[in-house]
């Protein structure tokens, strides 16, 4: 675990939110000149806390309207078959998120797609083919109430 300093949080505060903001904007809203905070954010980077910079696309204006938590359970869970499990899953685009998890459950996907058909083809065909997957079990998003990429920073300095 990395130890975030007032100032560190500060920046990594503004950068969850635009990444694009140039050195200089983002030094003048933290109150630090350029140079101390290109070198915080350097050391941020190097330390893999900043692990890279991405634009977030909208989902629904690219038509991808479907979004299904999928739970899974595999016939067996060997440590081979967990990680044959998980080699294949990564594979799929549609496979955004994966967990393994406690209790019932083996796994937990969040999984989008186009639409309905799309989703249903891609388990019957792809998810269910598989000789891994002894039991899926499908729980669709109706409304999207929070959806953020922001990590609560706060809680690191506590």
């Known amino acids: ?3 975030l300093t007032k100032a560190d949080q500060q920046i990594l505060g503004v950068l969850q939110v635009d ?9 003048e809203r933290v109150h630090m000149s350029q140079s101390p905070c290109w070198r915080r954010i350097s050391r941020l ?3 893999g806390v900043i692990r890279r ?3 977030l696309l909208d989902r629904e204006r690219l ?4 979004v299904v938590f999928a739970t899974v359970n595999l016939t067996q869970t060997g440590r081979k078959n967990l ?11 549609e496979v955004l998120e994966c967990y393994t998890m406690t209790g019932i459950w083996d796994y937990v996907l969040k999984i989008v797609t186009r639409d309905i058909r799309h989703y249903e083809d891609f388990v019957r065909n792809t998810l269910t083919a598989s000789e891994m997957i002894r039991e899926l079990h499908s729980h669709m998003a ?9 990590l609560p920073l706060e809680t690191q300095l506590e």
């Not at 038509?63 to 479907?66: L, Y």
């Not at 109706?142 to 922001?150: D, F, G, L, R």
Request: aromatic residues 2%; hydrophobic residues 50%; glycine residues 2%.
């Open 83 to 93: 990680l044959a499990f998980e080699a294949d899953i990564v594979r799929h685009p």
């Open 1 to 3: 675990m990395h130890k």
């Open 19 to 27: 990444a694009s903001i140039s050195t200089a904007a983002l030094a």
């Open 142 to 150: 109706v409304t999207e109430i929070k959806n953020t990429t922001a």
């Open 53 to 55: 910079q991405v634009a």
């Open 45 to 47: 980077q190097e330390t």
């Open 63 to 66: 038509g991808m309207d479907v």
